[in-house]
């Protein structure tokens, strides 16, 4: 494969095995090592941030909003074996063996140096990329902001075909590490003239792909008490630098020798186009689930709660219905103040913006929107109940889960960065990002 511009392999280390192409797997389980009846072993999971539990047109085969990575029924991880200095116009000849994964560094156009890898019966392997060829295991589109996915021939897309790959030891604890670049359909990867490479201290390679594969690890995992951590770049063999001063600069961060591509709970994985968290058993297990979700939803409405003008009952809508026009009892706020009334047609200031609207009850000026509960269990930092909604998008979720993604500034661009609703994907507005919802209850 030819990562445009700056793909490059790192120094293989004992920690960066690769892994072998994914011959085309999607429900990535196996049954080795399961009792009849059990199920597979989970690795952990990946969710695209901004669907809010399924994409816009269905999730169907490796192409979905969230993918599980479980142990697969044989391994095909692969890890370094021998580095090879090579004639560069003799390089397509040399990598002519499909059965034969290796990365290709062209370091001028008389003089390349390919590094071979052999089978790793220790790991399995997992492919993400845009490309919808067999060896790709979770096949990833642009994510446009306010949700769903940026596609039509005029999409142009800036995530890799190939775009990384995370391996996954078969033994406990059952680490996932991840790398830069994935290898195409003839096993290879193909790290251009114009790539970042360079040689590394002991005599190995290592590069960054053009748009680079960015990770932030949370500060006190993914729960109640976390806090975002700072956003590095994974180089091809899985170290971790600082970030360029844009994101296809030709120039490498520097080094960050005492943090790893061990992906923890509550990881961040950006690839220029879209954002994936990981998420790990254990760390599912405290994770609200969909029937909590339902509860919630149920109980909120029971609480029968009016508009305080109009003195209408509202009600969320049920999940199944789906996101399409708000229903006549769906509940709105004023995203300034955080008070939810009824849908009304009063209090417009145009003058202001399109979407500007006069709060009734404390005069403020601000969006109005309709609130959607926030479906996407696996986003959620806690059970806690749904009592904020972030701004301007009215997707509802607790306390802790708002602030979190609220104060968590997510790639953006070459160089940019916002905070944006988990749920949606849509910017964040206002001092906090998010507001805590002020419902009125019956007056019966």
Known sequence: MVLEGNPEVGTPRTSDLQHPGNKGSCILSSSEDAQPGEEPIKYGELIVLGYNGCLASGDKGRRRSRLALSRRPHANGVKPDVMHHISTPLVSKALSNRGQHSISYTLSRSHSVIVEYTHDSDTDMFQIGRSTENMIDFVVTDTSPGGGAAEGPSAQSTISRYACRILCDRRPPYTARIYAAGFDASSNIFLGERAAKWRTPDGLMDGLTTNGVL?????????????????????????????????????????????????????????????????????????????????????????????????STLAFPSPARGRTAPDKQQPWVYVRCGHVHGYHGWGCRRERGPQEREC??????????????????????????????????????????????????LPHGTHAFHAACPFCGAWLTGEHGCVRLIFQGPLD
Not at 252 to 271: A, C, H, P, T
């Open 215 to 311: 990770v932030m690890h949370p500060a006190g995992g993914f729960s109640e008490d976390s806090a975002p951590g700072v956003w590095r770049e994974i180089s091809v063999c899985g170290n971790v630098y600082t970030l360029r001063d844009s994101r296809s600069a030709q120039q490498r961060g520097k080094l960050v020798e005492n943090e790893s591509n061990v992906l923890q709970d509550g990881s961040l994985i950006d690839l220029c186009g879209a954002t994936l968290l990981w998420r790990t058993p254990a760390g599912l297990l405290r994770a609200p689930t969909l029937k909590q979700l339902e509860a919630q939803r149920q109980e909120a409405n029971a609480a029968r709660p009016q508009c305080p003008v109009g003195l």
């Open 360 to 409: 009734p009850l404390c005069r403020l000026v601000g969006p109005y929107v309709p609130l959607w509960l926030g479906q996407e269990a696996g986003l959620c930092l806690d059970p806690g109940p749904p009592s904020h909604a972030f701004a301007p998008c009215g997707h509802v979720c607790s306390e802790k889960t708002a602030r979190y993604w609220a104060q968590t500034p």
